[in-house]
């Protein structure tokens, strides 16, 4: 495809700034006044002077107005593109395919791309038809117009350097955008991961400062026995920990590459080492362990990789958002709910009840969860309908998983900062409810018995008299005894009520 270059008045499409709003399937902007035409296998267009997209970009914007969110909402996957163009230059130029000028001019357009420019310039939308190939052409653009640019040529002067034959060499859209998308999940799921911990390590700072505290545990939202609030926050921060795990298990998956399968996995049109040389410079731009899979048509088939990174982060999902409900259910109230901790005040939380606060921040996480199992639904029966050596649904697994994975880390970090740092507790309700609970007479089960636990326990449901009062009125135990069984540290701890009093009573019991 060779372009020539015309002048003409403002057409249909123009440019400012590179920013392109996208309606009725047409690009608006009536600035540009220059233009260049450029060529493909359905006839010729006119492409904006300034732009450095080219036909390719332009059919697919028109094609594509689903999202509004372009690749340059992505910034992770545009650096990836031009970390695996940058590496194929200079593994086309190791082995003889590519002359060292061309592949010197790529390698400099993709590192700028690489430094944040031209980001802009990537305006296709993510949810694309073509399996990709949009974004691909789009990146091979970009970077050739770049390139020219740098050689001292016009943007659209191809016959010096062509976005397909040059900066595509040795490629297909179906080995450069998985792998792509790999490398950007791989980038997102590291700071998801960084998240994570701050967020666990902010429960675990929780769980030592409220380590003495004493309160009721609850089972099906009923009294059950005795725990502290720091076993509570620390049980928090252990979920947290456990996904971490898992997380840093599924991000290993995704570094296995198909890029050297070219079309299906055959490797046409590639040079025979291209995919050792092309993987060993990904590597060493990136920092990424990438590994070329060992068969070549099954990778570049199977998208079995999102699909059990996007599993990892529904239990994710799952895990923070139970979390978020105990946060909301332990600072209900504060009059008439459980008023047991406090979540900091962040915003005003009614517009006619005066003084209302609510607890947005972990509403917020709850809706993201919501939507990460939503997102997991569409790449799981995205990833099912691929068929016999591609897999065309790619582009929406990849706006789902991004969105997921960027979502995610954000929630984290709210809960975080806004949320769980500011945590207070309300140590004197904990207490009473402690001692007004039917549920402490659990903790004297192995000691009066299974029978008077519960004759107390019915007595005291229906008097709404404490179990600590009734066991000395019926002369069950001393108030020493009680005293001694009731301490906090063996009412929390694993065996901590079974003392020696225990041990005689049970066996004054086996006595009678």
């Known amino acids: 495809m060779r372009a020539s270059v015309s002048s003409c008045s403002p057409?249909?499409?123009?440019?400012?700034?590179?920013?392109?709003?996208?309606?009725?399937?047409?690009?608006?902007?009536?600035?540009?006044?220059?233009?260049?035409?450029?060529?493909?296998?359905?006839?010729?267009?006119l492409v904006p002077m300034e732009a450095y997209w080219g036909i390719h970009t332009l059919r697919a914007v028109e094609n594509f107005?689903?999202?509004?969110?372009?690749?340059?909402?992505?910034?992770?996957?545009?650096?990836?593109?031009?970390?695996?163009?940058?590496?194929?230059?200079?593994?086309?130029?190791?082995?003889?395919?590519?002359?060292?000028?061309?592949?010197?001019?790529?390698?400099?357009?993709?590192?700028?791309?690489?430094?944040?420019?031209f980001h802009e310039a990537f305006i296709v939308d993510q949810i694309q038809g073509g399996a990709g190939t949009s974004t691909n052409m789009n990146a091979n653009e970009v970077i050739a117009n770049v390139a020219l640019e740098l050689l001292g040529f016009e943007k659209g002067d191809y016959a010096r350097l062509h976005?397909?034959?040059?900066?595509?060499?040795g490629q297909s859209t179906n080995d450069v955008y998985p792998t792509a998308?790999?490398?950007?999940?791989?980038?997102?799921?590291?700071?998801?991961?960084?998240?994570?911990?701050?967020?666990?390590?902010?429960?675990?700072?929780?769980?030592?400062?409220?380590?003495?505290?004493?309160?009721?545990?609850?089972?099906?939202?009923?009294?059950?026995?005795?725990?502290?609030?720091?076993?509570?926050?620390?049980?928090?921060?252990?979920?947290?920990?456990?996904?971490?795990?898992?997380?840093e298990e599924a991000v290993g998956?995704?570094?296995?590459?198909?890029?050297?399968?070219?079309?299906?996995?055959?490797?046409?049109?590639?040079?025979?080492?291209?995919?050792?040389?092309?993987?060993?410079?990904?590597?060493?731009?990136?920092?990424?362990?990438?590994?070329?899979?060992?068969?070549?048509?099954e990778a570049t088939q199977d998208c079995g990789a999102f699909v059990q990174l996007s599993g990892v982060l529904k239990r994710v999902a799952v895990k923070l958002s139970k979390t978020c409900n105990d946060l909301r259910l332990l600072s209900s109230g504060p009059?008439?709910?459980?008023?047991?901790?406090?979540?900091p005040m962040r915003q005003a939380g009614s517009s006619i009840m005066p003084g209302k606060v609510n607890p947005v921040i972990p509403e917020v996480v709850n809706q993201v969860a919501f939507e990460v199992m939503g997102n997991d639904v569409t790449i799981s029966m995205a990833a099912e309908a691929g068929q016999l050596q591609l897999n065309a649904f790619e582009p929406v697994i990849f706006h789902s998983l991004n969105r997921s994975i960027s979502h995610l880390t954000a929630a984290c970090r709210t809960l975080e900062e806004n949320c769980v740092r500011g945590i207070s507790c309300n140590s004197e309700c904990l207490r009473l409810s402690v001692e007004n609970s039917i549920g402490l007479v659990t903790a004297l089960?192995?000691?009066?018995?299974?029978r008077k636990a519960t004759e107390i326990a019915l007595e005291a449901h229906a008097s709404g008299g404490r179990i600590y009062d009734l066991v000395l009125e019926k002369g069950y135990l001393s108030e020493d005894e009680l005293e001694a069984l009731l301490e906090p540290e063996k009412l929390t701890t694993p065996g901590g009520n079974d003392s020696g009093i225990g041990r005689e009573k049970r066996r004054d019991r086996s006595r009678t």
């Not at 976005?163 to 060499?169: A, C, I, R």
């Not at 089960?445 to 299974?450: A, F, Q, R």
């Open 445 to 450: 089960n192995p000691v009066i018995g299974y």
């Open 163 to 169: 976005p397909n034959e040059d900066v595509n060499m």
């Open 65 to 117: 107005p689903i999202s509004r969110q372009t690749v340059a909402d992505a910034p992770e996957l545009i650096n990836s593109l031009a970390c695996i163009k940058q590496a194929a230059a200079l593994a086309n130029r190791d082995l003889n395919q590519l002359e060292r000028e061309k592949s010197d001019a790529i390698v400099s357009a993709c590192r700028q791309i690489r430094e944040g420019a």
């Open 335 to 343: 009059r008439t709910g459980l008023n047991e901790i406090n979540l």
């Open 181 to 247: 998308l790999k490398l950007a999940a791989w980038f997102g799921v590291n700071r998801l991961i960084e998240a994570m911990s701050a967020l666990r390590k902010a429960f675990e700072e929780k769980a030592v400062t409220f380590e003495s505290v004493v309160k009721m545990g609850r089972t099906q939202l009923q009294d059950a026995v005795p725990m502290t609030l720091g076993q509570e926050f620390g049980a928090f921060a252990t979920m947290l920990e456990e996904d971490e795990l898992r997380l």
């Open 253 to 297: 998956l995704i570094c296995e590459i198909n890029l050297g399968a070219t079309a299906i996995g055959t490797g046409i049109t590639a040079h025979p080492e291209y995919a050792s040389r092309v993987r060993d410079h990904l590597a060493e731009l990136t920092g990424v362990p990438v590994v070329t899979a060992s068969n070549l048509v």
């Open 11 to 45: 057409g249909r499409f123009g440019l400012a700034k590179q920013v392109w709003l996208l309606a009725s399937a047409r690009v608006f902007m009536m600035m540009s006044k220059a233009f260049r035409t450029e060529h493909d296998m359905l006839g010729e267009r």
